[in-house]
């Protein structure tokens, strides 16, 4: 059966349809569409699931652990009381409300529509085949050799060597939707590989086992 590895972009998703080692790259405007690719086995997605309502995701600390100097490439998840924020100056305040004093990034708020969308989507109880995973976990599990950033000419081939050998990335590329960066294809691509482990039981999840107030699991796959 196919698996699902999904990235953000621009307010919509890329994802990457992962059987054996052909992988299909889609241009997917919404949760909706993401949820509706048929018969995928497991959906991995690039963005936080499980949402604390206090404070940092334990899956967050071990994620930046594990990357060492590439861990600023983790985010810190938004708690769950900024999801229902109207602006930014908002969800600074609900988030320093929460946390007892920690406030929300430019960078992270940016998230919270998306992240707001697929925790609606997942519904109650949630979606258990829809999990979160991180794309520099995944390359770094491929190949600890990924070292450079992804936007650089080095990142990039770093990133291509590591996924040849799993699947056929560049044919991937070459079909792949206008307009995609590489960048984000090539992030799904690397999801849709955490995406087969799970599914193939072999993947290993950061995390503590806990799930946030919705049921969610608070953990990053890889």
Known sequence: MPVLGV????????????????????????????????????????????????????????????LGRAGSSVFAAPVRAVLGAGDYAEARRLSVGATGGTSLSAQAFQLVRSIRALDDALGDPPLEHVVEVHPELAFRELDDAVADPKVTARGLAQRLAALRPVMDVDAALAAA?????????????AAAWSARRVADGVARCLGDGSRDARGRPMRICV
Do not use: F, K, Q, Y
């Not at 509706?36 to 499980?50: K, L, S």
């Not at 206008?178 to 090539?186: G, K, M, T």
């Open 7 to 66: 990235d953000g972009w621009r307010g919509a998703w890329v994802g990457a349809l992962l059987e054996g080692r052909s992988v299909t790259l889609l241009a997917l405007t919404d949760v909706a569409a993401v949820l509706a690719v048929p018969g995928v086995e497991v959906v991995a997605v690039d963005m936080p699931i499980g949402l604390s309502d206090d404070g940092v995701r334990a899956c967050d600390v071990a994620a930046r652990r594990c």
């Open 177 to 189: 939707p206008p307009r995609v960066p590489a960048v984000d294809a090539l992030d799904a691509c």
